[in-house]
């Protein structure tokens, strides 16, 4: 079975600092991994995700992920926060077997102070 | 190009009648994923359909839910006799391919259900 962990529910930074969201993960065997941002009513949107190769994978809007099997963990990063950033983000696993949907986290709600 | 549609973006109504949700995804794309997202939570999956293999129905929470799709476009999520449990946003992904590299689902807007 595969599961996702997102361990803070909410996250804080003040702009222009980096930012970072936390994400864990459990899979039988290699995992893809990918990160969505939810905006208020409206869908879900993909930023990133890892396949296979460079562990620091880069995605829309200056984001950026590491994966890291020893931990299996996908932290979501930023060297700068923007108040526009302001949004849910959700973590999703999916394993490379047959198993073809994603597991995603609880979500972490990130608030940009300005 | 055209994102995922999904129709109506709410829907209100009463308990124990049927409802039906429609999903349009990406041209081209070859999976479709249902999914659904209740309030505060994160997502949970509900349905898979991947060419003309059969679909995986693994996620769906009862007898009540099914869902069709034609060929590799229009799917339809149908709920019968409607519970107020029912009530979520109700979330439809494509993707180009199952396995590979381009596996990264789109989403829809979703489809507000209330079940009053």
């Not at chain 1, 396949?51 to 932290?75: C, W």
């Not at chain 2, 994160?42 to 060419?51: A, S, V």
């Not at chain 2, 003309?52 to 999520?77: I, M, W, Y």
Request: contains cysteine; aromatic residues 10%; hydrophobic residues 30%.
């Amino acid at each position: 079975a595969q599961s996702v962990a997102q361990p803070e529910d909410q996250v804080n930074v003040a702009e222009g600092n980096p930012l970072t969201v936390k994400c864990t993960y459990s899979v039988s065997g290699n995992p893809y991994l990918f990160w969505y941002v939810q905006y208020p009513n409206r869908g879900l949107q993909f930023l990133l995700k890892y396949i296979t190769g460079d562990n620091l994978v880069k995605g829309s809007y200056g984001f950026e992920a590491e994966f890291n099997k020893s931990q299996t963990s996908f932290h979501l990063k930023k060297p700068s926060a923007l108040v526009s950033d302001s949004a849910l983000y959700f973590c999703a696993v999916r394993e490379r077997g047959s198993a073809r949907q994603l597991t995603f986290g609880s979500g972490t709600q990130l608030t940009v102070l300005p | 190009g055209a994102g995922v549609s999904q129709s109506p973006s709410n829907k209100v109504t009463e308990k124990g009648k049927d409802v039906e949700l429609r999903c349009d995804p990406i041209s081209g794309h070859t999976a479709l994923y249902w999914y659904r997202q209740r309030l505060g939570q994160g997502l949970e999956f509900l349905i898979y359909f991947q060419g003309n293999s059969a679909p995986d129905k693994s996620g769906l929470p009862s007898d009540r839910f099914s869902a069709e799709r034609t060929g590799e476009s229009v799917s339809t999520l149908t709920i019968q006799r409607t519970q107020q449990e029912d009530s979520a946003v109700y979330l439809c992904a494509s993707s180009l391919a199952a396995s590979g590299e381009r596996v990264e689902q789109f989403f829809g807007p979703g489809t507000r259900l209330t079940v009053l």
